[in-house]
C-alpha cells in the first residue's frame, strides 16, 4: 500500500494523540475528515504499532487484517500496545515524553514458496502452524541485522517451537510488506526547539 508522506504524519498524529488520551482527561483531538484520504478508511488492512522507550521496545501489538477503517484499527492497536502487551507492564503516564512510535501498515500474506524468496529489509514471515503461530515485522531483521536463518530461527522462537524447526521441515510461512513510518527524528526536532 503506497502512503503518501501527508498520511503517514497523520497516522502519527492519530496515534500520539490516542496515547495521550489514555493518560490525559484534556487531550485535544485534532478534526480530521478522513473520508479526504481513502488510504486511512480503507477497511482489511492489517497495522502493527510500536512503541519504543530510547530505542527499546516497550510495547507492540497489532492486527494482519482489520475489519475497520485503517485508522481505527490503529488506534486499537496503539492503546493496546500501551497496556495489552504482556511481555511488558502498562506504560505509564511519565513515560509518555520518552516514547517513541512506529506504525507499520502492512500488505495483504502471501504463501512462501521457498525460504530462499525472504528477502531481509522487505519481508514480514507469519508462521501458522497447528498450534503455533508468530508474526515478525520486517524490520525485526534489518534492526538485529538477521540473515534468512536468523529470522526464521526467531520466529520460530517466538512462535514456541524448535528454534530449528524450519531445517528439518518446511513450514506454514506467509510473507508480507510494511510501509513503516516512525516518530524518530521528528519528535526530536520539537524537543530541541523547546
Not at 496515547?19 to 487531550?27: A, G, H, Y
Not at 497496556?83 to 513515560?95: G, H, L, M, Q, S
Request: glycine share 4%; aromatic share 8%.
Amino acid at each position: 500500500m503506497d502512503i503518501t508522506k501527508e498520511v503517514q504524519g497523520i497516522i502519527l498524529l492519530v496515534a500520539r494523540e490516542t496515547l495521550n488520551s489514555l493518560f490525559m482527561e484534556d487531550t485535544h483531538f485534532t478534526n480530521i475528515d478522513y473520508n479526504v484520504y481513502p488510504q486511512l478508511t480503507r477497511r482489511n488492512a492489517g497495522a502493527f504499532v510500536t512503541l519504543k522507550d530510547n530505542g527499546n521496545l516497550r510495547g507492540c501489538i497489532g492486527y494482519l487484517s482489520s475489519p475497520d477503517m485503517l485508522i481505527d484499527t490503529i488506534r486499537d492497536a496503539t492503546k493496546q500496545a500501551a497496556v495489552n502487551d504482556p511481555r511488558f507492564n502498562p506504560v505509564t503516564a511519565d513515560e509518555l515524553p520518552k516514547i517513541n512510535i512506529e506504525v507499520s501498515v502492512l500488505s495483504p500474506t502471501v504463501h512462501l514458496n521457498s525460504y530462499a524468496d525472504i528477502k531481509i529489509g522487505k519481508h514480514g514471515l507469519l508462521l501458522e502452524e497447528p498450534y503455533n503461530r508468530a508474526v515478525l515485522l520486517p524490520q525485526v531483521a534489518t534492526e538485529n541485522n538477521f540473515s534468512i536463518q536468523q529470522f526464521l530461527t526467531a520466529l520460530c522462537e517466538k512462535a514456541g517451537i524448535n528454534p530449528y524447526a524450519w531445517e528439518d521441515k518446511p513450514l506454514k510461512i506467509k510473507v508480507f510488506t510494511a510501509t513503516v513510518m516512525s516518530e524518530v527524528g521528528k519528535r526530536k526536532k520539537t524537543y530541541d526547539s523547546a
